[in-house]
């Protein structure tokens, strides 16, 4: 009798434990079906403006530029973002590098992070050639990501502003 008492009990709790409802998960962005930080990177190559800013760079920066980079291509996003970080404490005002954390960001998935960058980079940068071209492609794409198809028209127009041609030589 008292076997049979503790399998009805067993029972009852296994039923009751498997019909509760599964925790909620994590809303975490889909993966877009194509790589952005490919779609920004190409936008900067397409930029052949006349003018183009190119910082010299202090060599302890440069050093951690390069790391970071090799961290991003072996999928090491949180320790190039750390890269980053380190390197911008010592050269803040490279607005270049503000860039490079949006789109180490974006392969985070941390879209509203890579916008807020990219935007960061592009008051502090030259407003205009490939860095302009990169901060306006990145807000597009994570406009894009958000649904709103009014801010990436907005977005693809400040993109346009970033080529400057350059004088006619006859």
Known sequence: ?????????????????????????????????????????????????????APLR??????????????????????????????????PEAPELIQDRAEIAIRRQAYPLAEKLAKQSYEMGPKSGSLCARNWQTVVEMRLQAGDGNGANAARGELAKCHIAGPNRF
Do not use: W
Request: with cysteine.
């Open 58 to 91: 202090d060599p302890g920066v440069q050093g951690l530029e390069h790391a970071a980079q090799a961290d991003e291509r072996a999928g090491k996003y949180d320790e190039a973002d750390a890269k980053l970080v380190q390197a911008l404490k010592m050269a």
């Open 1 to 53: 009798m008292y076997r049979l008492r503790f399998c009805a009990i067993a029972a009852v709790t296994l039923v009751a434990a498997c019909s509760q409802p599964a925790p909620p998960q994590a809303t975490r962005p889909s993966k877009p079906a194509y790589d952005i930080v490919a779609q920004v990177r190409a936008a900067g190559e397409r930029e052949k403006s006349a003018i183009e800013v």
